[in-house]
């Protein structure tokens, strides 16, 4: 289980400064974004606070539901809206990755606006999208800047965080930042496709 949330008044411990510190010529190609809007995971508690609030801003997990279910979610985040998603019977295989088949989901931008709506928030209020590891979420910072959105940025370094030499998830990420998650889920939270 992650840490316990934070003090009174939120799920957050906010520790981190409000401005990102992320240099974007240090990124990897599949973390850069079209608007170049990054927080890393530490980060994101004081951002979000800076901005005024969690009402003021929609957090997204936008990893696949098996990843919420199996390695747990970040504690303060509005809704689990997948980027991708497994097939449903994972029948084909990616071999370059070594993984099952990801498709992305068509309905993401609209699950996403609904997701906005429900806080009666605007396309141009802040959105801030996680993955595992940095890569989907700019790709999906991505589609909702083509679809209108001005202010999205992408958690670079994710819930679980960027591999070590030795291939674990133990360099940085919301999870090893120490910041509030848990393995049960919120039904309200979650995704189910429409």
């Known amino acids: 289980m992650g840490t316990a949330a934070g003090r009174a008044g939120g799920p957050w411990r906010a520790s981190a400064p409000a ?3 992320v240099d974007p010529a240090s990124l990897p190609e599949a ?3 079209k608007a170049a809007r990054y927080l890393l995971a530490a980060e994101v508690p004081a951002f979000i606070q800076a901005q005024g609030g969690a009402a003021r801003v929609l957090f997204l997990d936008v990893r696949t539901r098996a990843e ?3 390695v747990g979610m970040a504690t303060g985040v509005d809704a689990l809206v ?3 998603e497994h097939q449903e019977l994972m029948t ?3 071999a370059r990755r070594g993984i099952y088949q990801l498709e992305p989901l068509q309905d993401f ?3 996403v606006n609904r997701r906005l709506a429900q806080k009666a928030l605007a396309k141009t209020d802040v959105v801030v999208l996680m993955c595992r590891s940095g890569d989907r979420s700019s790709r999906g910072a991505d589609r909702l800047a083509d679809d209108g959105f001005t202010q999205v940025c992408s958690v670079v370094d ?3 965080g960027d591999m070590s030499q030795d291939g674990r998830r133990s360099v940085n990420g919301w999870k090893n930042a120490g910041l509030p998650w848990a393995y049960k889920l919120d039904r309200a939270r979650m995704d189910f496709p429409r």
Request: negative net charge.
């Open 92 to 94: 084909d295989w990616d």
């Open 82 to 84: 997948p980027f991708v």
């Open 68 to 70: 919420a279910m199996y």
């Open 31 to 33: 973390k850069r974004t």
């Open 158 to 160: 994710g819930f679980e």
């Open 109 to 111: 931008v609209p699950e």
């Open 19 to 21: 401005r990102a510190a």
